[in-house]
């Protein structure tokens, strides 16, 4: 694993309000995530896993403090900028799949290098070497209401890497599942991260994801309490 910080968190807060009252959702965190790891953000609800996140990937703005992702510190990026580093270097992957209907497996999961301009020959050998991967192989044509819960996310972890980003974040990615496929989904995804070498950084309740991540970041009251490693 390179000791690269991909992620640097430095004295981060949110504040949202509700109503007339502010929540400080994040307390000054700090946090560096290295290239290659494999790291699941843990706590309960209302911890802040969820909203830190959302500011790694860009996806909401600091009240105060810095994010800074493959070297480009985020509050220097007006929002197209910003949007344009999670089309190049980040990958999503979401609780509720976020497919598309009308599309096939292999069309949702070349949808990214779609919006990136690849070729439509090479997005489609990409996408099917990557549901490959994550063991869809001959599922291609398939659409979402023909895939279970399972295969699903497996689609959705396919659109996320297919186009080799920098960063895969994860938000609750076992929460729809049963067991038995959230055992897999995570398994495939450590073996992503052990043979591609893919940065994957989680936010989620499940303890199989606390099981097979190799370092537990314990949030509590939008701070980070504890952080270990395995």
């Known amino acids: 694993m390179n000791a690269t910080p991909i992620v640097t968190v430095k004295d981060l807060t949110r504040d949202y309000q509700q109503g007339t009252i502010t929540v400080r959702a994040l307390r000054g965190v700090d946090l560096d995530i290295a290239t290659g790891e494999f790291t699941a953000l843990m706590g309960p609800s209302g911890s802040g896993k969820t909203t830190l996140l959302n500011m790694i990937g860009g996806l909401d703005e600091p009240t105060s403090g810095t994010v800074i992702i493959d070297g480009q ?16 270097r980040i990958g999503f992957v979401f609780q509720s799949y976020n497919l598309i209907p009308v599309l096939s497996a292999v069309e949702n999961a070349e949808f990214v290098l779609m919006l990136r ?38 689609v959705a972890v396919a659109r996320a890497i297919a186009s080799k980003p920098a960063l895969v974040l994860a938000d609750e990615p076992t929460a729809n599942l049963d067991s038995k496929s959230g055992h897999e989904l995570i398994a495939t995804m450590a073996k992503l991260n052990e043979e591609l070498g893919l940065t994957f950084v989680f936010a989620t309740h499940d303890p199989k994801v606390m099981n097979a991540a190799r370092r537990v970041v314990w949030m509590e009251d939008g701070k980070v309490q504890r952080d270990e490693r395995k």
């Open 73 to 88: 510190d985020l509050n220097s990026l007006d929002r197209g900028q910003r949007s344009d580093l999670r089309l190049h």
């Open 117 to 154: 301009g690849l070729p439509a020959a090479e997005r489609r050998a990409r996408a099917v070497e990557t549901l490959a991967a994550v063991g869809l192989a001959g599922m291609e044509n398939r659409r979402p209401s023909e895939l279970s819960g399972g295969q699903q996310q497996r």
